[in-house]
């Protein structure tokens, strides 16, 4: 298909072995008891103890020294422009940051930074379909970049949402942050969008920055998005009666973003906790924005979420991998066969008082990150933005 990302050239064998732990990213059963996984051609082809595997013909060994693998982390909420600059604190390399920090896949929630952005409907639709494609052919760092999300606007009519399918555009930008700000509208075109295969998120609570507007719960509901972008405020939260309404009134997913409000994330947690839907709860940052950009930002809200929303630091990985990836149809963020072979090796950071990486992220603390993978390639060792891990993994052989 056209829109594919680029493949690694030639075939390659991964072979990580010595892992201390396997994080699997998926919320039913978040340890797997393995210490070999195996990648042939970028894609997830073993995982088990070493003697059970065939490790032989490898083109690249890791050799993971007693280290914790877990599905590449993914940011369910970015804003990206152009290349690997933003423009909206001028930074240059925050994507190849976001790597050093874990983050192997980015989800767009609109390129709303683009300075002149168009929003008559040809240009906005010719905006969501360069983007796509610059992302998907750039991939700065390897970094897989679902961009191309265009922010709706008021006079567009369902042969234009039929036209960007067809074209590979597959996300809607944050509903909220273009003319479309009533219920009634929101849910036209989030139904159109839904039909051609396009996924939806919203702006969910007050204004983000000066020009932009308030959307509160009855918004949020009628628009019916696949995703409810930021429900802990981007940065302002709706009032906690409006997030449980949020929350019992639907089953889309609920994102929490480091960006925002972090006692509503807490509390939205609680709530889905209550509710026995953990699998709804999805992380992004929502950077670029006022704030910045937190290179950190994911292992952050792991850390933040576990330490003080009480939940076991291998389930709260899930809401930054496996909880995502199946909620965005992504074929990547879960260690299971078949699936891209995107992996963060960490350990506990250097002088954590946890005993191990669960129990120091369980503390609060960061793990330091020591490798980056993206379909079964190093594209990172150790980071050089976590606390230092306590060991690293050595490629060992090629
Ligand atoms: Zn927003």
Known sequence: ???????????????????????????????????????????????????????????TIVDANGTTVAPGLIDSHVHPVAGDWTPRQ???????????????TMISAGEVHMP??????????????????AF?????????????????????????FKELAAAGVKLLGEVGLGGVKDGPTARKMVAWARKYGIQSTIHTGGPSIPGSGLIDKDVVLEADTDVVGHINGGHTALPYDQIRCICEGCKRGLELVHNGNERAALYTLRIAREMDELGRVILGTDAPAGSGVQPLGILRMVSMLSALG?????????????????????????????????????????????????ESVRLGDLPGV????IDGIVRTQRSRNTPPATRVPDIVGR
């Open 116 to 133: 002149g952005r168009p929003r008559d409907v040809v240009g906005l639709k010719a905006m969501a379909v360069f983007a796509q494609r």
């Open 1 to 59: 298909m056209a829109h594919d990302a680029p493949k690694a050239t030639g075939p390659t064998k991964l072979v990580i072995r010595n892992i201390g732990l396997v994080l699997s990213g998926a919320l039913e059963k978040p340890i797997l008891d393995a210490d070999t996984i195996v990648a042939v051609d970028g894609k997830i082809s073993a995982i088990g103890r070493g003697p059970d595997i065939d490790t032989t013909g490898a083109t």
């Open 370 to 373: 020591g490798m980056t993978i």
């Open 136 to 160: 998907w052919t750039l991939r700065p760092g390897g970094v897989k970049v679902h961009a191309g999300a265009p922010v709706i606007e008021c006079e567009m009519v369902e042969d234009d």
């Open 90 to 104: 001028n930074q240059i390399g925050w994507i190849d940051s976001f790597l050093h920090g874990g983050v192997t």
């Open 310 to 358: 009480e939940v076991p630091a291998e389930i709260a990985f899930c809401f930054a991998t496996g909880n995502t990836a199946r909620m965005r149809s992504l074929d990547c963020r879960l260690i299971e066969l078949g699936r891209a072979a995107d992996f963060v090796i960490m350990d506990k950071a250097q002088h954590s008082a946890g005993k191990n990486i669960l």
